[in-house]
């Protein structure tokens, strides 16, 4: 039987970067446009990398991303972007920093037609996780499969973030995940 990451986690002190990302994020909806999108970077930032990095990492993250405001890093200069380059607190990728800059672009022109990035979220939901990555891939940069599904499963828009047995799975539902509500 597969190691879900629920099962992973119980056993983690409650201070592991694991137990705490699973007990207060994993799988809880996003109402914040920013805090999606650096859940998306962070995300992007985690392809061929543990997760565990990352998570070790994110405050990091947060300070060199301007607390990934949107507005801010839609126009990062050349000059900022180097300097993204050479922060060794973050992934020091040029793809996935350029990545983050061209979709906070994107977000704001989402926001600018829909109202926000979780109105367009909302909006296509739901969908399949193949119909996703397609919207993805057609909509952002540096958005595979995997990175598609963890961003969607983490915020809420696809299920199985946790096994039903999970105590933080009773948690969620109560928050009322994408998942979760029926779109007329």
Known sequence: MATTYCSFVQHQDKTNVHRIYHDTEYGFPIHDDNLLFARLVLEI??????????????????????????????????????????????????????????????????????????????????????????????????TGGEIVNEFLMSTGYLPGAHTEDCPIHKKVLKLGPAWKRIKK
């Open 45 to 142: 930032n985690q392809a061929g990398l543990s997760w565990e990095t990352i998570l070790k990492k994110k405050d990091n993250f947060f300070k060199a991303y301007d607390q990934f405001d949107l507005k801010k890093v839609s126009k990062y200069s050349e000059k900022k972007k180097e300097m993204l380059l050479q922060d060794a607190g973050i992934i020091r990728n040029r793809l996935k920093v350029e990545a983050a800059i061209h979709n906070a672009q994107c977000i704001i022109t989402i926001q600018k037609e829909t109202g926000s990035f979780r109105n367009w979220l909302d909006h296509h939901h739901p969908k399949t996780k193949e119909e996703w990555v397609k919207l993805f891939k057609k909509t952002f940069k540096f």
